[in-house]
């Protein structure tokens, strides 16, 4: 389907075939190959991306079992790829494993960069556990821009809101909106803010702790600083309670004068069931401290599961 006659760029040959496929593994490789000369044959730009494993969270050797025969076999009859795929449901640190060993196999393989080498593309991401918990998003996001893959999409999955259960591939956009394709959630705003750091330059964020996420970008023209930060759930127990977390946030070596600068906070609230947000609770309550070229933001102490966005803009009132 080509909503508004979108072009097609990438053609996805099967999903998931180590779970999904009914043949063996040498009429997969022939599927691959027919349907890159039937593509090529009506458009000669196209190209195939493939072959989109999963279940890696349950069989971690299946990534080479299934991915060093795929690649070998592109290489040696020439198809067209344009990305290699697969699915990530375990834990955000994974991609970064995979996707360094990904780019050793392909630079191994020359024939597969002629002319160009396949992107990498990681064309489903994050478990049902914490599908649509905030402060794992964000982790996911972060574990996503360090790997530097060159596409990425959420996963969906069955869900539950006010009314009933249903599943998100087909209604609410993997979880951005209710199932009545209206009204927002959680995320939605998370995948927002997300959206607003794009095209502005990424801050490093080396000290914190292992049971937070945090993924930070400034605007080199205006010096805006953006802050996503969550406190993220027990990875072995996702809807286990637990204390919540003081949280303070320090942008240090600011390139423009932050002597004196304006401080917005929204919070992001975790919930087991989608529920609708309107928009986003706004902290009225934050501490912050700056001088020339630092600021510190004392947050409320935040739930397990939740995210704050945060934004610091140079000048104002302090």
Request: proline fraction near 8%; hydrophobic fraction near 40%.
């Amino acid at each position: 389907m080509r909503p508004s006659n979108l072009p097609v760029t990438s053609w996805d040959v099967w999903n998931e075939p180590n779970s999904l496929w009914p043949g063996n593994p040498d009429q997969l490789l022939e599927l691959f190959r027919r349907t890159d000369a039937a593509l090529r044959s009506v458009d000669p730009t196209a190209k195939i991306v493939g072959p989109s494993i999963g279940g890696l969270e349950d069989s971690p050797g299946s990534f080479e079992a299934w991915m060093v025969p795929f690649l070998d076999y592109v290489a040696a009859n020439g198809l067209h790829l344009g990305a290699v795929s697969w699915h990530e449901f375990a834990q955000p640190e994974d991609i970064l494993l995979r996707t360094e060993q990904m780019r050793a196999w392909i630079a191994d393989r020359p024939a597969l960069c002629d002319p160009d080498c396949p992107g990498i593309h990681i064309n489903e991401y994050a478990p049902r556990a914490t599908h649509a918990v905030p402060a794992s998003i964000v982790e996911w996001l972060t574990a996503l821009e360090a790997s530097g893959v060159d596409a990425a999409n959420r996963a969906c999955w069955d869900v539950v809101d006010a009314n009933g259960e249903y599943s998100d591939c087909w209604d609410g956009l993997n979880g951005l909106f209710l199932s009545d394709n209206e009204t927002p959630t959680a995320l939605y705003w998370l995948y927002r803010a997300y959206n607003q750091m794009r095209g502005s330059t990424r801050l490093s964020t080396p000290e914190h702790s292992e049971r937070t996420a945090v993924l930070a970008s400034r605007d080199s023209m205006t010096g805006e600083v953006r802050i996503l930060a969550g406190y993220l759930p027990d990875p072995t127990c996702i809807t286990c309670s637990a204390d919540p977390l003081p949280l303070d946030l320090y942008v240090v070596g600011s390139p423009v004068d932050l002597s004196t600068v304006t401080v917005d906070v929204e919070h992001l609230e975790y919930s087991q069931t989608f529920v609708g947000v309107p928009l986003p609770v706004r902290v009225e309550t934050a501490t912050v401290t700056s001088d020339e070229s630092s600021v510190a933001v004392g947050l409320p102490a935040i739930p397990v599961g939740d995210a704050y966005l945060v934004v610091i803009r140079p000048g104002g009132n302090g």
